[in-house]
């Protein structure tokens, strides 16, 4: 399994969950967690943020002993590059100069993605070019998810998505497969908001000859409203809970309980206990 945070700001108290899930699935499973710095956005990445994701899950009871790393994803851009240049070399990704405009002039609408116009034109890499990958326009891709079910997607309802800017650099769909290849996951836990992101990242994994992972995604986190936590709006880090005198151990408790309450009435319980009882098929 991994936890694959961005150090781009405070440990959301989403992030935490997925955190939390992972290492109780983990210690149920006899399973191991890599932590994976996904720092490959350079305008929004701090190294003080990294600290600050460590200090997070050491402060919830996710200490250096409790997984592998930290890995940093900028050590993996070797990799990220050979497999952009095995799906060129196969035919499962183009680059592409269309510009939005001429796309929905194109198609006649700005809902309709990207029409596949670049697909037999022969670019190469070039400023102002992005890499496509270039999806199958028959067959369904089935997503395993052990919280949704089983959610299938028409493939030609999937547009042939970006993967890689006019510099050869991967975007976060490619990049995070690639190294969730890499790094052997078989588990990749995380929340709701990354499901629509799935379908395109299955297919990724199968045209670079690897078998697909079991996926989990964890419902989002609400305020009171039932609105999506927002930065803006909501209470989200972690650290300001911390700074106001809540426990960690409440802390725990209170994020398990998102999604999956233990039989009976109880609301407080032991931590050995949730990780006893804990049943994502419950989530
Ligand atoms: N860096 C991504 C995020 O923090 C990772 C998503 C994932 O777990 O695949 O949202």
């Given at each position: 399994?991994?936890?694959?945070p961005?150090?781009?700001?405070?440990?959301?108290?989403?992030?935490?969950?997925?955190?939390l899930?992972?290492w109780?699935l983990?210690?149920?499973?006899?399973?191991t967690?890599?932590l994976?710095?996904e720092?490959?956005?350079?305008?929004?990445n701090r190294p003080?943020w990294?600290q600050?994701?460590?200090?997070?899950?050491?402060?919830?009871?996710i200490?250096p002993s409790?997984?592998e790393?930290?890995l940093?994803?900028s050590?993996?851009?070797?990799h990220?590059r050979?497999?952009?240049?095995r799906?060129?070399a196969?035919g499962r990704?183009?680059?592409?100069?269309?510009?939005?405009d001429q796309?929905n002039?194109?198609?006649?609408?700005?809902?309709?993605?990207?029409?596949?116009?670049?697909?037999?034109?022969g670019?190469?890499?070039?400023?102002?070019?992005?890499?496509?990958?270039?999806t199958?326009?028959?067959?369904?891709t089935?997503i395993?998810?052990?919280?949704r079910?089983?959610?299938?997607v028409?493939?030609?309802?999937?547009?042939?998505?970006?993967?890689?800017?006019?510099?050869g650099?991967?975007?976060?769909?490619l990049?995070?497969v690639?190294d969730?290849m890499v790094?052997?996951?078989?588990h990749?836990?995380?929340?709701?908001?990354?499901?629509?992101?799935?379908p395109?990242?299955q297919l990724?994994?199968e045209?670079?000859?690897?078998e697909p992972?079991?996926w989990?995604?964890a419902?989002?986190?609400?305020n009171e409203?039932?609105?999506?936590l927002?930065?803006r709006r909501?209470r989200v880090?972690?650290?300001?809970?911390r700074a106001e005198?809540?426990?960690?151990?409440?802390?725990?408790n209170y994020?398990?309980?998102l999604g999956?309450?233990?039989s009976?009435?109880?609301?407080?319980l032991?931590?050995?206990?949730?990780?006893?009882?804990?049943?994502?098929e419950?989530v």
């Amino acid at each position: 399994m991994r936890f694959a945070p961005s150090p781009t700001g405070m440990f959301h108290v989403g992030n935490a969950r997925s955190a939390l899930f992972n290492w109780v699935l983990a210690r149920q499973s006899g399973g191991t967690i890599v932590l994976r710095i996904e720092d490959t956005d350079a305008a929004r990445n701090r190294p003080e943020w990294v600290q600050g994701i460590l200090d997070a899950m050491e402060w919830l009871g996710i200490g250096p002993s409790e997984y592998e790393g930290p890995l940093f994803q900028s050590d993996y851009t070797q990799h990220h590059r050979e497999a952009i240049d095995r799906l060129i070399a196969a035919g499962r990704a183009y680059y592409c100069d269309c510009t939005r405009d001429q796309v929905n002039a194109r198609t006649g609408s700005e809902y309709l993605g990207y029409d596949g116009f670049c697909r037999s034109r022969g670019q190469t890499v070039g400023e102002g070019r992005a890499l496509r990958f270039r999806t199958p326009d028959e067959g369904s891709t089935v997503i395993v998810d052990l919280v949704r079910g089983k959610p299938t997607v028409d493939n030609v309802l999937i547009e042939d998505f970006v993967i890689a800017r006019g510099d050869g650099s991967p975007v976060f769909l490619l990049a995070n497969v690639v190294d969730d290849m890499v790094m052997g996951i078989t588990h990749v836990i995380r929340a709701e908001e990354h499901l629509p992101n799935a379908p395109k990242q299955q297919l990724l994994w199968e045209a670079l000859g690897a078998e697909p992972p079991v996926w989990v995604h964890a419902p989002i986190l609400v305020n009171e409203k039932r609105q999506k936590l927002s930065k803006r709006r909501d209470r989200v880090a972690l650290e300001d809970f911390r700074a106001e005198g809540y426990l960690a151990e409440a802390m725990r408790n209170y994020l398990m309980l998102l999604g999956w309450a233990p039989s009976g009435d109880r609301e407080i319980l032991p931590w050995d206990d949730i990780v006893t009882e804990f049943r994502l098929e419950d989530v």
